[in-house]
Structures are given as structure tokens and as C-alpha cells.
């Protein structure tokens, strides 16, 4: 018996060493489309992808799109064009770790970090006098609580916010895998190592309506966005924001129920991530000056994805009502 587990291991060890060195994926045509289009600057020695569009004639308005945790500013593709034709400017970018900027490793990822690389990308393209419209999702949603609580509570912010749009703001612990991540430094390295498409496939799927799910394709584009520059690497060290959601909630959660910031939230009710209809219900509790749009009832944590056209319409109904 001993010996057939000695053989059974001297097999899987070298499998389990091509695997672990397993290069990332080639950029499909839409990704590449995407990145072309993108332009970086540095942020404290780090590359920093964005996307930076000019549309609307006779327009000023500008607006800032912060993506979601684990993928990244291309979940913003679907709206992108409607939005260039409406809005003046339309910025997106990659968050530092995530897409196509840098991943460094090992490094300490902080909601704070983020939101200074937002303030130095307004500063980089010259918009610190601009006021702009931030719409955020998930991640990007506590990104735009601290951008906020820096403009509205202690004056040291670089923007000039002319209304918060969130979307189903929160995480994505759709498995024990994101806890495991978070919280042990053991297994942490292991498991991100581990991760394969199947079992992120499988995780993003199950924040995705049972109708509204992403096609290969679009899975497939997540995944090369997350493996980009070894990503999966370094997404533990990310998840640490769940930790720093708790720790600053009187921070966020107070900016929100302060501010006089026109705010809106658009909501995919089916969400597991922030269950209906526990979620709005508190949020409109403690928001009372934020208007909501809820989506159709099959529509989940991804509505700009989802359901496009809900988003759109949802989205430039609030920009019209101020």
C-alpha cells in the first residue's frame, strides 16, 4: 500500500508543477479591441490602465467608471458606447491589481490605495477643476465611499463629485474560497495558485442571473482580465477589502447619510451578494436622500452586464432629474 502511494505521488508532483506554471491566456479580439484602445500612467512607480473616450458634442459632463471585484474595467464594454454619446468624457480604469495594470506582489491593497490612484488619474488627465460624475459597481462601489467621505468630510479630496451613482455594491463570496482567501496566509497562496477557469467560472456564474448568464466568450474574457500579469496571484492580498469594509464602515456608511451629493443606486434584485429584499430596504433606511432604481427580478450582481438598456436607462434618468 505504501508503495502505490509513493507512486501516485511521484506522478502527481510533476503534474502538479506544469500546472502551477500554466501561462496565462491570450487576449480574444474584444479584449485586445479594448486594451488597444487603453492608455497607462504611473502611479507611485505602478502602471495604471485606462480608457479615456471623447463623445458627446456641446457637452462638459464627465463621467468615471470604477469596476468591480475580481475583474475589471472592460465589465463597463456593454454601456460604453451608449455613455460616449451622452457624456462629454468617458473615463474607465483598472484598479491597481486588477486587468491590465500592474499586479505587484507582494503589497498591501487598500480601498485608501485605490482612491488616490482615481484622484491621481483625474489629476494625470487634467480634470481636477472638472466636476464628474462617478458611477461604481461592487469594489468600485466602497472606492467611491472613500472618494466621497475625502471630498465631503475632511477636504483633502482632488475631486469635485457631481453626483454617486452605486451598483450593487459589496463582494463576491459566493464560495468559501473568497473567506479561506482573506483570512488565511496559509492556504492563501495555495489556493490562488489552485484556482483553474472552472472554479472561477463557476463563482462569477453564481452571481449572474440563472437567464443573464455570461456566454463562453465572455467568461473566458474574465478569466485572461483576472490571469493578466499573474493576477490570480495577488488576489488574497485584494480580498483584504472586506476586512477594511468592516473596519471603516462608520467612515463609508457615514458619507452616505451626510452628503448632499445627488445619489442614486441601481440595483439587480436577484443578487446573492446583497439579498433582496434585505439589502434595499436598509439602504433606503440609512440613504433616505438616495434614489433607487430596482431592475427586473431575474437581474443580479452585474446589471451593467445583465441588463444593459435597465442600466442605461436607470442611469441617465437620475443625470436628467438634477
Known amino acids: 500500500m505504501r508503495e502505490w502511494w509513493v507512486h501516485v505521488g511521484l506522478i502527481c508532483i510533476p503534474l502538479v508543477a506544469v500546472y502551477l506554471h500554466i501561462p496565462p491566456p491570450q487576449l480574444s479580439p474584444a479584449l485586445q479591441k479594448w486594451h488597444s484602445a487603453g492608455e497607462v500612467f504611473h502611479f507611485r512607480g505602478r502602471e495604471i490602465f485606462y480608457r479615456d473616450a471623447y463623445g458627446a458634442l456641446g457637452s462638459s459632463d464627465v463621467v468615471i467608471l470604477l469596476h ?26 483598472d484598479f491597481l491589481g486588477f486587468g491590465f495594470s500592474d499586479k505587484p506582489r507582494p503589497h498591501r491593497y487598500s480601498i485608501f490605495e485605490q482612491a488616490s490612484v482615481v484622484e491621481a488619474l483625474v489629476a494625470h488627465l487634467g480634470l481636477s477643476n472638472q466636476r464628474v460624475n462617478l458611477v461604481s459597481h461592487d ?61 472561477f467560472q463557476k463563482g462569477i456564474g453564481d452571481v449572474f442571473g440563472p437567464y443573464t448568464q455570461p456566454t463562453d466568450a465572455e467568461f473566458w474574457d474574465m478569466w485572461t482580465g483576472l490571469r493578466y500579469n499573474d493576477g490570480n496571484l495577488v488576489m488574497d492580498s485584494i480580498l483584504q477589502y472586506i476586512n477594511q469594509r468592516l473596519k471603516h464602515r462608520e467612515r463609508w456608511v457615514g458619507v452616505l447619510t451626510s452628503t448632499f451629493v445627488p445619489l442614486h443606486m441601481i440595483y439587480g434584485p436577484l443578487d446573492p451578494v446583497n439579498p433582496h429584499p434585505q439589502f434595499i430596504r436598509l439602504y433606503q433606511q440609512l440613504v433616505q436622500r438616495s434614489t433607487v432604481t430596482i431592475l427586473d427580478e431575474h437581474i443580479s450582481h452585474y446589471p451593467q452586464l445583465e441588463d444593459p438598456t435597465g442600466f442605461l436607462n436607470a442611469y441617465f434618468n437620475f443625470i436628467h432629474s438634477f
Open 139 to 199: 469594489y468600485g462601489d466602497t472606492v467611491a465611499l472613500e472618494l466621497l467621505f475625502r471630498t465631503d468630510q475632511n477636504r483633502t479630496g482632488h475631486l469635485i463629485i457631481n453626483s454617486l451613482c452605486l451598483s450593487n455594491g459589496g463582494t463576491v463570496p459566493s464560495v468559501l474560497f473568497g473567506h479561506l482567501l482573506k483570512d488565511s496566509s496559509f492556504l492563501a497562496p495555495v489556493l490562488t495558485r489552485l484556482t483553474n477557469y472552472m472554479i
Open 68 to 93: 468591480g471585484f475580481p475583474t475589471s474595467s472592460f465589465d463597463w464594454n456593454k454601456i460604453w458606447e451608449p455613455l460616449t454619446q451622452r457624456f462629454h468624457r468617458v473615463i474607465a480604469l
